[in-house]
T-cell receptor, first 109, second 115 residues
Framework: DAKTTQPNSMESNEEEPVHLPCNHSTISGTDYIHWYRQLPSQGPEYVIH?????VNNRMASLAIAEDRKSSTLILHRATLRDAAVYYCILSGSNYQLIWGAGTKLIIKP | GAVVSQHPSRVICKSGTSVKIECRSL??????MFWYRQFPKQSLMLMAT?????????EQGVEKDKFLINHASLTLSTLTVTSAHPEDSSFYIC???????????FGPGTRLLVL
C-alpha cells in the first residue's frame, strides 16, 4: 500500500529546471521522505532524502512542505540522462521502503 | 562508495530447476539487505528483509520455502528461487543499508527467465 501520490508522467525541456511533486498526507512524524530514480532494466539509484528541512545535494534539491504532507524534488537543470522513473517513498522505523508507481520523467531535447 | 553488486545479471533456466542470485555490498558492511521483485512496467515489490545472522522476514504472500534467503555475512546475501516456474520470471533486485541508516543502495538487478 503506497503512502505517496505522484503524477504518472511529466515532460520537461532539456536544460530547464524540473519540479516533481509528491503528496504524502498520511505521513507520520518519524517517516523520512526518500527519492529514488530508476532507468529501464537497472536497479534504482538514490537521489535524496529528508525529514523536515529542505535538503540539497549534487544531484537535486528536496523541498518539504511545512506540514510535511507534500514534497517536491527539484532537478535544477535537466539533461537527457535524467530521463527515468522517479519514486517518492516514505520509510518508517523498520527502514523498509514501500514503493508506489512513480513519475516517468520525459526530457525533450 | 556504497556499491552493491548482483550476480548473475541475467539467467535463463528450465522450469523446475533452482536458481541462486547473489547480492554483495562491495565497500561497506550491510547489516540489513532487502530483496525486491519487479514485473514489467510495474513498481518494485518488497519480498523480504534480511538481517545478517538471522532468519529473513518475508512479506505477506511471499513463500519462504520457495524463495530461500541466506544472509551469512555482512557483505553477502543470497536468494534462491527453488523449483522455478515461468510465473517466477521477473527482475530481482537487492539493496543494502548501513546500520541504522535510512538510505538503501541498490544492486543492478538480475533478470530471470524461466522456460
Amino acid at each position: 500500500d503506497a503512502k505517496t501520490t505522484q503524477p504518472n508522467s511529466m515532460e520537461s525541456n532539456e536544460e530547464e529546471p524540473v519540479h516533481l511533486p509528491c503528496n504524502h498526507s498520511t505521513i507520520s512524524g518519524t517517516d523520512y521522505i526518500h527519492w529514488y530514480r530508476q532507468l529501464p532494466s537497472q536497479g534504482p539509484e538514490y537521489v535524496i532524502h529528508g525529514l523536515t528541512s529542505n535538503v540539497n545535494n549534487r544531484m537535486a534539491s528536496l523541498a518539504i512542505a511545512e506540514d510535511r504532507k507534500s514534497s517536491t524534488l527539484i532537478l535544477h537543470r535537466a539533461t537527457l540522462r535524467d530521463a527515468a522513473v522517479y519514486y517518492c517513498i516514505l520509510s518508517g522505523s523498520n527502514y523498509q521502503l514501500i514503493w508506489g508507481a512513480g513519475t516517468k520523467l520525459i526530457i525533450k531535447p | 562508495g556504497a556499491v552493491v553488486s548482483q550476480h548473475p545479471s541475467r539467467v535463463i533456466c528450465k522450469s523446475g530447476t533452482s536458481v541462486k542470485i547473489e547480492c554483495r555490498s562491495l565497500d561497506f558492511q550491510a547489516t540489513t539487505m532487502f530483496w525486491y521483485r519487479q514485473f514489467p512496467k510495474q513498481s518494485l515489490m518488497l519480498m523480504a528483509t534480511s538481517n545478517e545472522g538471522s532468519k529473513a522476514t518475508y512479506e505477506q504472500g511471499v513463500e519462504k520455502d520457495k524463495f530461500l534467503i541466506n544472509h551469512a555475512s555482512l557483505t553477502l546475501s543470497t536468494l534462491t528461487v527453488t523449483s522455478a516456474h515461468p510465473e517466477d520470471s521477473s527482475f530481482y533486485i537487492c539493496s543494502a543499508s548501513l546500520p541504522r541508516q535510512e538510505t538503501q543502495y541498490f544492486g543492478p538487478g538480475t533478470r530471470l527467465l524461466v522456460l
